[in-house]
């Protein structure tokens, strides 16, 4: 960790006790890696399932580096399965667990903030749970997306003061507005374009199709 030269602020917005929900923008795997590592307790977060249920022994080792990372597999996609993901969450703020999330859902394809999940809205109301936004810094050039071996840069993360939220976790609008305000302030502290508009997983289909699209054109022109 040391060769990495952390530079971290506003680590004593982390409570030491009690649920808190610890929201951050995602650009790299390493993110899971370098956050809780100068968080004083230990941080839990929903895994997709997927990523403890791969075969061989890359997925074994998959499955070791999870574990030991603290995160929890959940099925993410979508409808019942979803909503267990969300039951699972308030359970471990319920026994004043310290919850990491990713409220974009996914990596940034392109390192602009994209539009938040509502599940962290649900989670932050229904459990009273603080919300503490987090902004990584340089983990997309330490570790890009498919690279095993990270580069040696200096990583920065910047802890925001805690946010508290109540309402009707069963209205739409509310859940959405929270979740509006915790994406605004994760803006705010990593200074990342924000697309309000879209999520993270339409970016990437649409960049994918964009590729996609040029090859055939590319093909089409030999």
Partial sequence: ??????????????????PVIIASNHLSFSDS???????????????????????????????????????????????????????????????????????????????RLYKGRTGIARMAIESAAPVVPVAMFNTAEIQPTGQVVPKVRRVEMVFGEPMYFSGDATDQNVLREVTNQIMEKIAELSKQEYVPNMYASEAKDAIKKSQVDEDQIESDEE
């Fill in 1 to 18: 960790m040391f060769i990495f030269r952390p530079k971290v602020t506003g680590l004593r917005h982390v409570p030491s006790t009690g």
């Fill in 33 to 111: 890696i370098f956050m809780p590592l100068v968080v004083s307790r230990k941080v839990t977060f929903l895994a997709k399932s997927e990523y403890f249920t791969s075969p061989g022994i890359k997925g074994f080792i998959k499955k070791l580096t999870f574990i030991t990372l603290g995160q929890v597999p959940v099925d993410r996609s979508g409808g019942k399965r979803s909503e267990a993901a969300l039951l699972t969450g308030l359970r471990l703020l319920r026994e004043n667990h310290c919850l990491g999330i990713y409220p974009e859902g996914t990596r940034s394809p392109d390192g």
